[in-house]
């Protein structure tokens, strides 16, 4: 696409695999101002954005960073995730789009509880609304409910094209709900709901135990070598 330029960071740890190290290919439209139509088509060739920033994983040694996206009329949930629908049936599940004080509460509590030894620690409101905001595409923030108390949040870009699966974060005592889970297949619904064809899920790391979640939503195609592959994998 014409009018973007692009840049490699410095190499640097990755924050998925101890050994490795990350270098990123960064996006930079040529007048400086990122558009819808920049970003619809960069997701579609494996770039992710963070805050404003749009960027794809481009290492010299490594390719195990691999942009997933669920196709939306093919997926069906498995067995245990239709439990995780079941058992979270009383919840209540909307978007808003604007950043509030008690989101914020609720990824404090998140990134204090369960993420204390990376790199988004110690959580700061600062850090939280650069990550999440972007003056060029505004998020929605998916947010479910239980007895009308905030559980969950699922940061989420929305396309004619696709849903974009940005960052969720969840009340560390509602664990048995398996809230990350139970959050993807909500946005798979609401996708479905838009007659939007995709869902990104992100970078896939199969050696990083963290990312594994993402295998369990199929299936899924994802981006190798420069093209979408198809991968059915559930026997469930």
């Known amino acids: ?22 270098q990123l290919l960064v996006c930079i439209p ?7 139509a920049h970003y619809e088509w960069l997701i579609t060739e494996g770039f ?15 390719s195990a960073c691999k942009s997933v996206r669920v196709p939306i009329t093919t997926f069906a949930p498995t067995r245990s995730q239709k439990r995780i629908l ?3 049936h009383t919840w209540t599940f909307e978007f808003v789009s604007t950043l509030t004080d008690e989101h914020y509460s609720l990824y404090e509590n998140y990134i204090t509880q369960r993420h204390a030894d990376g790199s988004m620690y110690p959580p700061s409101k600062t850090q939280f609304e650069q990550f999440v905001n972007c003056e060029w595409h505004p998020p929605h923030l998916l947010e479910a409910r239980s007895d009308g108390n905030l559980v969950a949040v699922a940061v989420t870009d929305i396309y004619p094209d696709a849903l974009s699966a940005l960052y969720t974060f969840f009340d560390p005592d509602y ?9 993807i297949l909500k946005q798979v619904e609401f996708a479905r709901a838009l007659n939007t064809p ?3 899920l992100g970078y896939q790391v199969d050696a990083c135990k963290k990312m ?13 070598n420069g093209k979408w592959v198809f991968f059915d994998k559930n026997t469930e």
Do not use: W
């Open 86 to 88: 079941k058992k979270a």
């Open 175 to 183: 664990d048995n709900f398996s809230p990350g889970t139970l959050m």
């Open 48 to 62: 992710r954005r963070s805050g404003p920033q749009v960027y794809r994983p481009h290492c010299s040694h490594c």
């Open 198 to 200: 995709y869902l990104y």
């Open 30 to 36: 040529s007048d400086g101002n990122m558009r819808d």
């Open 212 to 224: 594994a979640y993402k295998n369990k939503f199929m299936p899924q195609e994802q981006f190798i």
């Open 1 to 22: 696409m014409s009018g973007l330029k692009f840049a490699l960071t410095q190499a640097y740890q990755c924050n998925y695999l101890d050994d490795e190290n990350e």
